[in-house]
């Protein structure tokens, strides 16, 4: 079942109504506020988003903006989407990056939501490198080499730098995260338990 399918049942799938009764005693408090939500519980997203699509308020109006419901919706799939990866990276890497993401995924096989999110942060660290290479390259070809050109390059080196080691961390955390653990068993045939006390244990 691919994302949209997904997506498509998250919004339609029907909830029963909840009904909330006389509040007497605690337990009565912590039913009615079990059945409670903020405008960002996903379920109360969801609901409303299906009612904005059974009212046929989306047909010539799409908003997608932050505060909308369908962009909420989205960011329920972000890990496919990359709705929120999108918003912290420029225009011109985001196709690349929600693909880089997805094809990061397949190789290592990220099954658990750590694992993908571990994913998405080495897509966008990556990023990082390409944009600040592509700052240090302009700069470079407008040959402005002055005191404040100077230290803007220093800056960005250094930068560069530091966004390549997050890069190379995520990615190594990423690996680790999918390598076998290794268990190991170690007996001792004695045990130091004070200065110069040592006991011989005989194992049969």
Known sequence: MDTN????EAITKPTEEK?????NTVEDIKKLLSQLGTDNDPEMVLNSLKKEFD???LD?????????????TFTLFEFDKGVLMSAVIPERYRTFCIDFNR????????ETPSEKATAEVVAVNFIRTLEIQYRINVRLEHG???DLGIKYLAVLSKELDRANRHYLHSLQTLKMSKQPMLEVNIKTQTAVIGQNQVVQSNNK
Do not use: A, M, R, W
């Open 5 to 8: 399918t997904e997506v498509k």
């Open 19 to 23: 009904k909330v009764s006389i509040v």
């Open 55 to 57: 009212n046929h308020e």
């Open 60 to 72: 010539d109006n799409v908003n997608v903006s932050p505060g909308s419901n369908l962009y909420k």
């Open 103 to 110: 094809n990061l995924q397949n190789e290592f096989q990220c």
């Open 144 to 146: 402005e080499f002055g």
